[in-house]
């Protein structure tokens, strides 16, 4: 495969609050870290060859978080790549505790959102974060509150654009009452449509969705992914891209990997066009697993 072929700008641009433009296939760096989302990578040279393979790849949007290590994602993206390229957009996320591995616990207080973005800026390097996101609504802290934190911090000119994950349109439309809303990150793929109803709400408001876990899993989605990769030629997480890149243009898949090889496949899939009947076909796959 050659450079021209592998290229995140393949998928097309989209707009992040009418003021960046992103390629539409960005990266998550989630997976850079340790077991369990947990402490430094096995290989550390490997995971920061990733992420300056993903730049040469046109990859212009990295998605990142402060619990992902915790703070050891992040790091990463900085040794990697600074002083990063023109056009090149982080956006990291606050909003959970890690007292280990695989374990998460909710702090979105206004104290320490403050703290996670302060501790982003220093471990990214950055004098403003371009995109910050609520990770997740946090049960016992009011969810407005949450939101003026950021609104103050955008104010304060520590974050540039406002965004959130794992939300309900409900949520998103009491934020947005609040601060402008650029983005939403939440579970979403061909097999698992939960959320249909925010990725059609962002689109008719102009909100990028991105989504995670993009391949979805079960038998029956297997099979029926199988199959359409193999008419295609390609990979199954191949076709599961295109899918997502076909089902909205506001849509902004962020597949990760720790593995360069698996990376190039992960940005082929921009090239890659659906036709009708294999989207059609892909799009009824929650409804073949339900009736088994």
């Known amino acids: ?144 509150a949450s939101v003026e934190t950021l609104a103050q911090l955008r104010n304060e000119g520590k974050i540039r654009l406002v965004a959130l994950s794992n939300v309900t349109q409900e949520h998103i439309e009491r934020a947005r009452k609040i601060v402008p809303i650029v983005s939403v990150q939440n579970r979403y793929s061909f097999a698992d449509r939960e959320w249909d109803y925010v990725v059609d709400y962002c689109e008719r408001n102009a909100i990028a969705f991105i989504p995670w876990f993009p391949l979805g899993a079960g038998k029956v989605a297997g099979e029926v992914l199988d199959r359409i990769a193999r008419a295609h030629s390609a990979s199954p997480t191949q076709i599961a891209l295109a899918w997502l890149l076909h089902r909205s243009p506001m849509m902004l898949p962020i597949p990760g990997t720790s593995s360069i090889e698996h990376l190039e496949q992960n940005v082929a899939a921009a090239s890659l066009r659906l036709i009708g009947e294999d989207y059609q076909t892909l799009s009824r796959v929650p409804e073949l697993v339900a009736s088994r």
Request: charged share 25%; proline share 8%.
């Open 1 to 144: 495969m050659n450079r021209k072929e592998c290229s995140a700008s393949l998928a097309g641009d989209i707009s992040l609050g009418g003021e960046i433009s992103v390629h539409r296939l960005g990266f998550g760096a989630m997976r850079l870290t340790g077991e369990g989302i947990w402490g430094p990578p096995k290989d550390r040279k490997a995971a920061l060859a990733v992420l300056r393979r993903a730049v040469e790849f046109d990859i212009n949007f990295i998605d990142t978080a402060d619990s992902y290590g915790p703070h050891v994602s992040e790091e990463l993206i900085a040794e990697a790549l600074f002083p990063y390229p023109a056009g090149l957009v982080i956006a990291t996320k606050g909003g959970w505790n890690r007292p280990g591995p695989n374990q998460w616990t909710h702090d979105a207080t206004p104290a320490h959102l403050r703290e996670a973005v302060e501790g982003s800026l220093k471990r990214l390097r950055l004098d403003r974060i371009d995109v910050y996101q609520l990770h997740i609504p946090d049960p016992v802290v009011p969810f407005e």
